[in-house]
């Protein structure tokens, strides 16, 4: 039996060892909040039926989910656009100077530069579509989930089936000393029947050659689930930081799949290893469970067993008789409520909690209360308003929560999610078609972050603005701020912020002049009408005599009457 492994398979195994000593941690961390989360087995492919011990606390099952959906909010929300698209200040700097020795007017450029922030908006809000129009957000909150607990996490964005998770248990990473990856190896299980068309092509090619009973690893030959083969497909990718470039490919049974070989640039790579912890020089990092609040869970959940046990025998009503008495037991638990039984009432006597236990309950539950308000302030299960529609002050708030009170995390996804999710994003459908660039844009520059969560951060400035001219309005008079602000800029810098396409909501710079000229025209017709020289008599000759001064006979005058 040819006992030959490839690569990648190798290189799992050697990685593994490592990879399963930190799994072992995220087991114990999620056994006091979601303990299915991370199975017993290391394998994914070794899942048997288990009997998972419940925790005695619920606040760690609940704080898990909403602290998963909090990160959630702030790194992808759904009703705010938590991204935008700019230009780069040099190739800014250079359009403008362009424009200016082309022999444009200042207000032109203005307008055009104007006009560019709306082309770059559009493109925005196609990317945001088409995000919202798959299944993304579902598994970003998964991916959240884990990084909460286990605290490692891989997402590959596929150009047509959008993301995928990929848990601790499914693949072993290298890092260098910068904590930057630079290997990665994913094992996937299959039965034969939901195979990709690429690896049973692979597998069939082997069968052909002889190859069809080969087992890469004689100690763990391929399992059976339902009576079918599973089959083991592991996938290599590799970090090229020098050509800045990432590649990857598959294999299967020890032979690489022809045609799954890829390569792309660095910073459109659909491989993003997530963690919840950085640090130098680890290939993984902690999940937040553990880096934050393990104490305070084994401390409620020790608290909780006891304070419950000790309600429970509280709870109980036992008796004890004393032997000899005269009192016969079978008579008084026969006796119905409110009878009568011959006997003495020292020979039967009620079992009850001392003092001594009910106070040191009433202790614990103290301690129990402060433990789990230290709890829901890790867990931010505080300041929570349900609400339909989430605004952008609400998340920018959680997400300097997070970058405050939870050590840094919101800036760690902003490098290792969002920037790169987006990037991705952009360039999937430039290549598709879905998106265009706007002209003479070489390259948008992706913002992301607390300085940037979508357009409302615009919004708020250009709010705070205008409050400052109806300030100085009040100091220099409102006709001198008038005089010196673009009113149609001003209302594109709102509709902008607002992530709004206004183009039939504003009317054009030429629009807004014939309607000025329309009203100018009326008034002053409103004024010779209610002139003295509004007489019929002078309107006619004053009519004539300027038919005549341009060369045209005169309109017959009809007679007036005296």
């Known amino acids: 039996m040819d006992t030959t492994q490839g690569p990648a398979e190798q290189l799992y195994e050697k990685l593994r060892s490592d ?61 705010e656009s938590f991204f935008k698209y ?8 250079t359009l403008i100077s362009d424009a200016r020795q082309a022999g444009k007017a200042e207000d032109e450029i203005a307008r055009s530069m104007a006009e560019f922030d709306r082309s770059l908006l559009a493109m925005e809000q196609s990317v945001l579509r088409e995000i919202n129009s798959t299944a993304d957000r579902a598994v970003v909150l998964e991916a959240m989930v884990h990084l909460i607990g286990p605290g490692n996490v891989v997402l590959y964005d596929d150009e047509e089936d959008g993301l995928t998770c990929y848990h601790l248990n499914r693949f072993c990473i290298r890092r260098d000393p910068m904590g930057r990856p630079l290997e990665l190896v994913i094992c996937e299980s299959f039965t034969e029947d939901s195979l990709p068309e690429a690896v049973a092509e692979h597998l069939s090619l082997l069968e052909d050659e002889g190859s069809k009973d080969y ?28 050509a800045k470039k990432v590649k990857w490919c598959q294999e299967c049974k020890g032979h690489k ?9 660095l910073e459109i790579s659909p491989w993003m290893p997530l963690r919840a912890t950085r640090i130098d020089s680890c290939d993984y990092g902690p999940g937040y469970i553990e880096a934050r609040c393990l104490h305070g869970l084994q401390t409620a959940e020790s608290l909780s067993q006891a304070l419950t046990e000790g309600a429970m025998i509280a709870a109980q009503s036992k008796s004890v008789v004393r032997p000899g008495g005269v009192t016969n037991i079978s008579d008084l638990v026969a006796c119905r409520n409110g009878g ?26 103290a301690r129990l209360q402060r433990v789990e308000a230290a709890l829901k302030r890790a867990f931010m299960m505080f300041n929570a308003r349900d609400s339909e529609r989430t605004t952008a002050e609400e998340i920018r708030i959680v997400a300097q929560q997070m970058d405050e009170g939870q050590v840094g995390i919101y800036s760690l996804l902003t490098i290792e999610f969002q920037n790169p999710y987006i990037t991705r994003k952009l360039h999937v459908l430039t290549r598709q078609g879905k ?28 709010m705070r603005f205008i409050q400052g001219l109806d300030a100085l309005a009040k100091i220099v008079g409102p006709a001198e701020v008038a005089a010196r602000v673009d009113v149609s800029a001003a209302i594109t810098r709102l509709s902008n912020g607002l992530g709004l396409e206004a183009i039939d909501l504003v009317r054009t710079e030429q629009k807004v002049n014939e309607i000025k000229a329309q009203q100018a025209q009326a008034a002053q017709q409103e004024q010779l009408m209610q002139s003295p020289m509004a007489d019929p008599a002078k309107l006619a000759t004053a009519a004539a005599t300027a038919q005549q001064m341009q060369g045209e006979p005169p309109p017959t005058q009809q007679p007036t009457e005296p």
């Open 19 to 79: 990879r399963d000593l930190w799994l072992s941690r995220a087991r114990r961390s999620c056994r006091l909040t979601l303990p299915w989360l991370v199975p017993a087995p290391n394998d994914p492919d070794q899942g048997q039926p288990e009997t998972y011990p419940l925790p005695w606390n619920d606040i760690g099952q609940e704080g898990h989910q909403h602290l998963a959906s909090r990160w959630l909010l702030a790194v992808m929300p759904a009703s």
């Open 86 to 93: 700019t230009i780069d200040e040099r190739q800014r700097a």
């Open 215 to 242: 087992s890469p690893d004689p100690l763990a030959p391929n399992k059976v689930l339902d009576q079918e083969e599973v089959i083991r497909v592991y996938t290599h990718v590799e970090w090229d930081y020098r």
């Open 257 to 265: 799949i022809e045609g799954q070989e890829e390569e792309v640039g």
């Open 340 to 365: 009568y039984v011959i006997g003495h009432p020292d020979d039967v006597k009620e079992l009850g909690s001392d003092g001594g236990r009910g106070q040191g309950l009433v202790m614990a539950e």
């Open 435 to 462: 998106v265009q660039l706007p002209k003479d844009l070489v390259k948008p520059v992706v913002s992301v972050g607390l300085a940037a969560v979508g357009r409302g951060n615009d919004l708020d400035k250009a």
